[in-house]
């Protein structure tokens, strides 16, 4: 799992730099692709909190509808706030930088 041995080194001599490296490697292929998804980018933006994507999510696989109109549904966020996010998820998948 780690990319040395815990022997291989000391914490002395750890390079800030080499090891942020190394870690980049590991999580930036996870960051991006989470990046992308509509209930990321609604939890960066605080539209709605955890519980409330988690039992949404549960209501999209059962009912076999979109995550967005299952939200708008349940009265969790209003269509601006799903126009929105669903900008942002298509600037984010096509490399835009989104702040």
């Known amino acids: 799992m780690y990319p040395y041995p815990p022997t291989a080194f000391s914490t002395s001599a750890l ?3 080499s090891v942020e490296q190394d870690l980049a490697i590991d999580v930036e292929p996870s960051i991006a692709r989470h990046s992308t998804q ?3 980018i ?3 933006n605080r539209m709605v909190l955890p519980c409330q994507l988690g039992s ?3 209501a999209q696989m059962r009912y076999r509808k979109k995550l967005g109109e299952v939200l708008m549904e349940q ?3 209003s269509e601006d706030q799903l126009r929105d996010a669903l900008r942002e998820q298509l600037l984010r998948r096509r490399g835009h930088w989104v702040i």
């Open 15 to 17: 390079d800030p730099d």
């Open 38 to 40: 509509l209930g990321w």
């Open 42 to 44: 609604l939890l960066k």
């Open 56 to 58: 949404a999510l549960t």
């Open 75 to 77: 009265q969790l966020i």
